[in-house]
């Protein structure tokens, strides 16, 4: 059973930083590109930055590019999303997801972490 738990969302002043966690169970970890996304209050879920299962590619959503960094760590089977700088805009909840190097489209799906930043 693939299983994603994301942790290490919380309340957090504007200009502050958080760095989520999303550890990984039930899946071949290394062959997974991962990726975060989030979803604010009343609006569409929204791509906020991916790394390829090789670890050697990252892509951002360009509203976070230079705040935001994705890593991981295969030998914990996590991956995480350091943010910087944060703010009021990047209040919502975070999911990490986790797609199959072969595949097109996301396989698996945490059950997300809520970030707020306050002004």
């Known amino acids: 059973q693939v299983q994603l738990v994301e942790s290490g969302g919380g309340l957090v002043q504007a200009g502050g930083s958080l760095t989520l966690s999303c550890a990984a169970s039930g899946l071949a970890f290394s062959v997974y590109t991962m990726g975060w996304f989030r979803q604010a209050p009343g609006k569409e879920r929204e791509f906020v930055a991916t790394i390829t299962w090789s670890g050697g590619g990252t892509n951002y959503a360009d509203s976070v590019k230079g705040r935001f960094t994705i890593s991981r760590d295969d030998t914990k089977k996590t991956v995480y999303l350091r943010m910087n700088s944060l703010k009021p805009e990047d209040t919502a909840v975070y999911y990490c997801?986790?797609?199959?190097?072969?595949?097109?489209?996301?396989?698996?799906w945490g059950q997300g972490t809520p970030v707020t930043v306050s002004s």
């Open positions: 997801a986790a797609r199959n190097w072969r595949a097109d489209e996301y396989d698996y």
